[in-house]
């Protein structure tokens, strides 16, 4: 049963919501944020709200449906701090946190649940961008998915568009003052529906690796094929193609007027990517040594104050001084093992203790590549969760 569509009891207590861009705010100020997620156990497991200030409790709602609940259920919860109660969409939420209002507890909840969590999607300027015009990275925290937006002179691009988030861009752009010229997706994503198609309906000119149609995109006549060395001017900004297999047969990274390298899912700020969503376990250690042959022939090839900014980010990131998750390539070599690894010790350590898949991957594929559809609400579904689209980070890293 959905939880969300129970007819619950009504509490005598009326409490109040917060917004979730709110719970961000305090969470990001460093604030002591204490949840009580009452989502199923396997559910809370998968995907959660963390952060260093946050403390997190998961007690399923059922446990509070009872006119009388359990000592022990409430012995788990602290009298002595404001809480705020969150599920799937709210519904379940606004119950629970009625029921201990009138117990007596401090509390509120989370407007629209975990749903409304994956709706926040904030903007940051990279600082350290050096080259023209101003770099925009797009963040969604939920889910870690990272996009750019380069604009100068009347001219914009985004790279790695979300299809949840299409109006936003185009908004942006408007605010700005700029017209949304291109968009880019870096490859056939499996954690989240792009928004490609979606920006060329708007009139965007929409750009996809050559490479990455031959997995059976159906749509490509309405798009742009980029190739290796193809370079496209933003204002006075350069965006070039450099194509990165390894992730994907067809992964693509951009070199923003050679100051910021898109590096898609290719390489993070915190690990490497992932090399066996195409191909599965079978073809894992080929791709693993394609990715290999990448990053040392086409990334680590680039002068070492070249920024590196991937397509997602995970906990184990920290963020640079201007809040983007960027990073000299650089300092990266210093500190991530795999970069200087040959390449049979890169394949042993790459598929050594292989994250989870990322949920619903194999329909999301299907739907980026055009070959299912979803509507909105589907598709909104089908990339809630973590994206687990980098390898596992521990073995990777440096000890120094």
């Not at 403390?55 to 446990?63: A, L, Q, R």
């Not at 001017?233 to 047969?249: K, L, M, R």
């Not at 960027?326 to 994250?355: K, N, Q, W, Y």
Request: proline share 4%; with cysteine.
């Amino acid at each position: 049963m959905d939880l969300e569509a129970m007819d619950f009891p009504t509490p005598e207590s009326d409490v109040d919501s917060v917004d979730p861009e709110t719970l961000k705010s305090r969470i990001d100020r460093g604030d002591n944020v204490h949840l009580l997620d009452a989502r199923m156990a396997t559910d809370y497991k998968e995907w959660r709200i963390d952060g260093e200030t946050v403390e997190s409790i998961n007690i399923p709602y059922f446990k509070f449906l009872d006119e009388e609940i359990d000592d022990d259920v409430l012995a788990q919860i602290p009298d002595d701090k404001h809480l705020t109660v969150l599920c799937a969409k709210g519904g379940a939420s606004e119950y629970v946190a009625g029921a201990l209002a009138d117990r007596g507890y401090s509390v509120d909840h989370l407007e629209d649940g975990m749903n409304g969590w994956a709706s926040i999607y904030e903007a940051h300027e990279v600082t350290d961008y050096a080259g023209a015009g101003t770099l925009i990275q797009y963040q969604r925290p939920s889910s870690g998915c990272l996009g750019y937006m380069v604009y100068d002179d009347g001219e914009a691009a985004i790279i790695d568009p979300l299809r949840a988030f299409s109006d936003r861009y185009l908004a942006d752009a408007e605010k700005l003052g700029v017209d949304l010229k291109y968009a880019f997706d870096t490859h056939i994503h499996a954690d989240h529906i792009s928004g490609l198609r979606e920006m060329a309906e708007a009139g965007v000119e929409a750009m996809i690796p050559e490479a990455a149609v031959d997995r059976g995109v159906t749509y490509a006549d309405k798009l742009t094929l980029t190739s290796d060395g193809d370079t496209f001017a933003v204002g006075s900004a350069t965006i070039e193609t450099v194509f990165t297999p390894g992730h994907t047969t067809g992964m693509t990274s951009y070199l923003v007027d050679d100051s910021l390298l898109a590096t898609g899912d290719g390489l993070f700020i915190e690990s490497v990517a992932r090399p066996d969503l195409e191909e599965g376990d079978e073809g894992a250690p080929e791709a693993a040594a394609m990715l290999h042959e990448s990053l040392q022939t086409k990334v680590l090839a680039l002068p070492d104050e070249t920024l590196i900014g991937g397509a997602h980010f995970s906990d184990a990131a920290e963020p640079a001084d201007d809040g983007t998750y960027t990073a000299p390539l650089g300092e990266l070599v210093d500190r991530m093992a795999a970069l200087t690894m040959d390449e049979s010790e890169f394949i042993d350590t790459v598929l050594a203790d292989m994250p989870p898949r990322p949920a619903n991957y194999v329909d999301i594929i299907e739907t980026n590549l055009g070959q299912q559809e979803a509507d909105d609400e589907e598709a909104f579904t089908l990339e809630l969760g973590p994206n687990n689209c980098a390898a596992s980070q521990d073995a990777l890293t440096s000890d120094d």
